[in-house]
């Protein structure tokens, strides 16, 4: 039997994910006041710090959208608490998007909360479950991008400036990804509630191949240049230049020394 004492601690907010955030929040305040030697670190921390945040968050989305949807097991399963831990696949939810973004700079979806969806009803529930995690991105994108499109940049510091360029990048490609029509990705969950069952049997058997797919595609050197180029399109929309962008992950990769943007900061 569910109390009222079981759901409350269903619902309470993970140790894990408040240490996660004040990781973000003392590496934030780093780059905002360090311009010595230590920015790309601080960078780096705080950059994948905020982006496991938004994957928290993304896979959150699911769950409560899941939750009022009529899946109340997401409270068991420890889904609603945003611990990271939780997840049905942790290594594919938060390990392999940090691996990507450390490795490629762009924001790949990782994997998702397990949803009974036999406990829901209605297609129009189902499309918004799986729009929800997505939808957390594009909000982050958002709040990231704030002080570009609002123009409210004075006084904010070059290498702050660039990270949340950088991070406004990944959440911008997580949106993106994600919401493609690809078997095993949030997009093709908005719309397969309502195609026909033959053609669901038919798709399900490639839906754990969906990622890899994407992934492998955008190692094709004419598709990348294109992606990246409708993602800095909309980066420009929301008044963050490409420079910006290229300046944050140069700083991000701290590791390599000597990056063009270092000089800019000096200037």
């Not at 769950?63 to 009022?68: D, F, G, W, Y």
């Not at 490795?103 to 829901?120: K, M, N, Q, S, T």
């Not at 570009?148 to 950088?166: E, K």
């Not at 994600?178 to 049997?201: A, C, M, Q, T």
Request: hydrophobic share 50%; aromatic share 12%.
């Amino acid at each position: 039997m569910t109390t009222d004492t079981t759901r409350h601690a269903d619902r309470r907010i993970s140790p894990v994910f408040l240490g996660i955030v004040a990781v973000m929040a003392v590496t934030g305040w780093a780059v905002w006041s360090d311009f010595s030697a230590g920015l790309g670190v601080a960078v780096f921390l705080f950059v994948t710090s905020a982006w496991v945040v938004s994957l928290c968050l993304h896979e959150y989305a699911h769950a409560r959208t899941a939750l009022h949807g009529g899946d109340i097991s997401v409270g068991e399963k420890g889904y609603l608490t945003l611990n990271p831990l939780k997840y049905t696949h942790a290594l594919l939810s938060i390990v392999l998007p940090v691996v990507f973004v450390i490795l490629g700079g762009i924001g790949l979806p990782g994997g998702a909360v397990f949803i009974e969806r036999g406990r829901i009803r209605g297609r129009w529930k189902h499309s918004l479950i799986s729009a929800a995690g997505p939808l957390a991105n594009v909000l982050f994108a958002v709040v990231c991008t704030a002080p570009f499109w609002l123009n409210a940049l004075d006084g904010v510091p070059l290498g702050f400036r660039f990270a949340l360029a950088f991070l406004a990048l990944l959440q911008v490609t997580a949106a993106i990804l994600n919401f493609l029509p690809v078997p095993g990705l949030d997009g093709y969950g908005v719309i397969e509630p309502w195609l026909s069952h033959k053609i669901r049997r038919q798709v399900e058997p490639y839906a754990p191949f969906g990622l890899l797919a994407v992934f492998g595609v955008l190692f094709i050197p004419e598709v990348n240049y294109a992606f990246f180029d409708a993602i800095n399109a909309i980066l420009r929309g929301l008044g963050v230049s490409e420079a910006e962008t290229y300046c944050g992950q140069d700083f991000y990769r701290f590791w390599q020394t000597g990056g063009p943007c270092e000089s800019v900061l000096n200037q």
